[in-house]
């Protein structure tokens, strides 16, 4: 006996056979793939956290003393691998430019240093196990690291309003990282860490 509920099924499958094939293949990738689908949205939120974050360029011609760069590149580079997070940087580097209209020759000078963050972070924080335990630490001292490779650049021009530039961007941008670290990176640590 064929019950008359599981025909009436069975037509409306036939009738909508491209949705319910989506469907299984979406439940089939989510069921595969949600580690890689989670990290991939988590990376991409941050991503487009920290490409804006120096959207104020577009109307303030001044170097990004505030940025979320550094902060977004130690936390994927901590929660998913320095692999990951220098091409990370990589993206990030030269979106964050293109969005606040501010590319320029000097933009390719910002990523290797980016690059080397997302490589010495893990090594020392370690997922708490680290030489530095404290977060806020942790950003000051990937701060001092990104102007003591980056800033160089600048310093070694003739252009005396590169060289001015270059030392407000220093000042400003280690203690702003240190509070950015601080306030809003043990929050984004503890949800990393509760979701990866």
Known sequence: MVKAWLVSLFKLFLRNKRYVLLSLVAGAALILF????KAFFIISIL???ATFSTF????FQAPPAFELI???V???????GPGIGALYAIVISITSEIAAQALD?????YIPPRIAMAFVAPWLYGNGTGPVHNIAVLGLLMSLLYNALQQPVYYYLTDVEKRIKSLYFSS?????????????????FEILRSLV
């Open 34 to 37: 949600t580690s890689q689908i």
């Open 105 to 109: 020759p000097f933009s390719i000078t």
């Open 47 to 49: 991503g487009v956290a």
């Open 74 to 80: 130690v936390a994927v580079a901590i929660f998913y």
């Open 56 to 59: 104020y360029k577009r109307v």
């Open 70 to 72: 550094t902060l977004t």
């Open 172 to 188: 400003l941008n280690i203690p702003l990282n240190f509070l950015i670290f601080k306030f809003l990176g043990e929050p984004l």
